[in-house]
C-alpha cells in the first residue's frame, strides 16, 4: 500500500480547514482530467474556470478527498472535504509545509531558456546518491510551484524545482516558497520581452529567484551572458556564494569541448580545476552548456562529481522539447525533432544549430519549421528575421514558415530555401506533408500559442506505430 502523502487531519491543521471524513492522500491534483487515484484534489479557482465545478467528479474518478472554499450544489453530503476561505491560499500553506517537514536539500532553477531540461538533468544527477523529488514537466508558476511542494514525499533527500515568470515579481513568491539552497539561473535572453522594457529587467526579474535562498546557498550564474554582473550583483547582495558556468575562460565550471554526435554528446568540462569527460544521451552544444551549470549545483550539495557523471546518459530530451524519431515511411527513414513545445530566439537558435549539426542520411535534407515566437513585443518582427542567418548556417533546404510573424522571415529568404509560408499550422500540414521525402530530416519548433503539435502529429502519421524508434534505439 502506497504510503500516505497527506491525510486529511494533516491537511485540516495546515489550511485551518473543516474537515468532513476522514481520508488519506497519495497524491495532490488541481486538474480533475488527469487526476489519479487517491489524490487530494484542491479546486481552485481561476480566472476562466472554477474547480469547484469538477470536485464531484473527481471524487467519482477516485480522489481521496478534496479541497474546497465553496460546496458544490452536487456533492454529496457525506463527501469527504476540507472547507477553507482561499483554496489557493490553502495550496501555498501545504506546499511550505511539506518543504519545511521534510529534510531534503532543495534547488531551484530558473532561466529564460533551458530550466526544464536543466532540472530533469540535474533530478538524474541528484537521484544517483539519495530520494530525489522534482516537479512535473513545466509546472513553474504560482500554481505549479506550491502544487509541486506539495506532492513532494516526506523522505525526500533532494528536491529540484522549475520557478518561471513572464512578468517581474512573480518569482520572488515562489521562491520564498521553495527555499532553495542551490539556484540555478540557465541564461537570460529576450524572452516575453513584449513585458518588460528591456532584457536588463527580465534579468532583475530572474534574480528573484535569490529573494528565497537560504542563507549560505549558492548561486549558479551563467558567466558568459551579457547580464552576469546584474544577476552576481544581486546574488552577494543576497548572501550567496556565486559559481559560475559556462564556455568562456574565467568561468569556475568551464565547457572545454563538446563533440556532437548523432546520439548524444562527449564532453569535456572543468569544474573549480577538475577535469571531467562524460557522455551525454541526447545531442546539442546547449544541452552540454547546462550539464556543467548541473555539474555546479552538484558541487555546492558537496556531492562527488565523478560518481555524478553516468546520470548524463541516462536523460532524454522530453516530448515537445527535442525528443527525436526515426519514423519508417514509404521507400525510407524519416527523422523528426519535436520541438514544438516552444520557442523563442536563443531556443530557436540552439535547434537551428543542432539540426545543422547532426548528419542526415545519404540524399536527405534539412527542413526547418518553425511558428511564431510569442510575447516578444514591438521587436518581434525584427527577432523573427534576425534567424535568416542560422537557417543558412544549419544548411536548411527547405523552410516551412507559420505565422504572420515569420513572413518577414520568409521573404528575406533565398527562393530555393523557401517551402511555404502559411498563417496557421493547420494550413502548412499539406504543403509540409506534400515535400517530405525518405531520408529528410525535420525540426518543428515554435510557441505553444502557434500550436505546432498538429504539425508534429501530421509527420508521426506518416510512421506506422510498429515502425516508430526514437534516436538512442528504444
Not at 495532490?28 to 481561476?46: C, T
Not at 539556484?183 to 528591456?198: G, K, L, Q, Y
Not at 547582495?237 to 559559481?243: D, F, K, S, T, Y
Not at 552538484?298 to 524519431?325: I, M, N, S
Request: aromatic share 6%.
Amino acid at each position: 500500500m502506497t504510503e500516505a502523502l497527506w491525510t486529511s487531519a494533516e491537511i485540516a491543521a495546515t489550511v485551518a480547514g473543516q474537515v468532513s471524513g476522514d481520508f488519506a492522500a497519495t497524491g495532490v491534483s488541481i486538474d480533475s482530467r488527469s487526476l489519479e487515484r487517491g489524490d487530494l484534489f484542491v479546486a481552485l479557482q481561476g480566472p476562466t474556470f472554477d474547480g469547484h465545478d469538477f470536485v464531484a467528479a473527481a471524487l467519482q474518478r477516485g480522489a481521496a478527498g478534496a479541497l474546497i472554499h465553496r460546496r458544490p450544489a452536487n456533492l454529496p453530503a457525506d463527501a469527504p472535504v476540507i472547507e477553507v476561505v482561499d483554496t489557493m491560499k490553502a495550496l501555498e500553506d501545504l506546499g511550505r509545509a511539506a518543504r519545511a517537514r521534510t529534510e531534503a536539500k532543495v534547488a531551484a532553477v530558473t532561466g529564460s531558456v533551458g530550466k526544464t531540461s536543466t532540472k530533469e538533468a540535474l533530478r538524474s544527477v541528484l537521484s544517483l546518491f539519495a530520494p530525489t523529488f522534482a516537479s512535473a514537466g513545466n509546472l513553474n508558476n504560482q500554481w505549479g510551484a506550491p502544487l509541486s511542494l506539495a506532492r513532494m514525499p516526506r523522505d525526500t533527500r533532494y528536491g529540484v524545482f522549475e520557478l518561471g515568470m513572464n512578468h517581474a515579481g512573480e518569482i520572488s513568491p515562489l521562491s520564498q516558497m521553495v527555499r532553495p539552497e542551490v539556484a540555478i539561473i540557465t541564461t537570460v535572453e529576450p524572452v516575453h520581452i513584449e513585458f518588460f522594457p528591456s532584457v536588463a529587467e527580465i534579468a532583475d526579474a530572474k534574480a528573484e529567484i535569490f529573494d528565497g535562498l537560504l542563507p549560505g546557498g549558492a548561486a549558479v550564474l551563467p558567466f558568459d551572458n551579457p547580464h552576469f554582473d546584474r544577476l552576481e550583483a544581486k546574488a552577494k547582495r543576497m548572501g550567496a556564494r556565486i559559481l559560475t558556468f559556462g564556455a568562456n575562460e574565467g568561468a569556475w565550471a568551464r565547457l572545454i569541448d563538446c563533440q556532437v554526435e548523432p546520439d548524444g554528446n562527449q564532453v569535456t568540462a572543468e569544474i573549480g580545476g577538475k577535469r571531467l569527460r562524460y557522455r551525454m544521451a541526447a545531442p546539442g552544444r546547449h544541452l552540454a552548456l547546462n550539464s556543467v551549470a548541473v555539474l555546479a549545483g552538484a558541487f555546492a550539495f558537496d556531492l562527488d562529481l565523478d560518481q555524478a557523471l553516468p546520470a548524463f546518459g541516462a536523460v532524454q530530451p522530453l516530448k515537445g522539447r527535442g525528443k527525436r524519431e526515426f519514423l519508417k515511411i514509404k521507400d525510407g527513414q524519416l527523422e523528426l525533432i519535436d520541438e514544438g513545445y516552444n520557442a523563442s530566439p536563443a531556443s530557436v537558435r540552439a535547434a537551428l544549430g543542432l539540426l545543422g549539426t547532426l548528419p542526415t542520411a545519404f540524399g536527405g535534407r534539412r527542413i526547418a519549421v518553425l511558428g511564431d515566437m510569442r510575447e516578444l513585443g514591438s521587436v518581434g518582427p525584427q527577432l523573427h528575421r534576425d534567424l535568416a542567418p542560422d537557417l543558412s548556417a544549419a544548411k536548411v533546404e527547405l523552410a516551412f514558415l507559420v505565422g504572420p510573424q515569420m513572413q518577414g522571415l520568409y521573404d528575406l529568404l533565398p527562393d530555393a530555401m523557401k517551402g511555404a509560408h502559411r498563417a496557421t499550422s493547420d494550413e502548412m500540414v499539406q504543403p509540409l506533408l506534400a515535400a517530405l521525402k525518405a531520408s529528410d530530416t525535420v525540426l518543428i519548433k515554435g510557441s505553444l500559442g502557434t500550436r505546432m503539435a498538429p504539425l508534429v502529429e501530421a509527420v508521426r502519421a506518416l510512421g506506422s506505430g510498429a515502425d516508430k524508434k526514437t534516436a538512442n534505439g528504444h
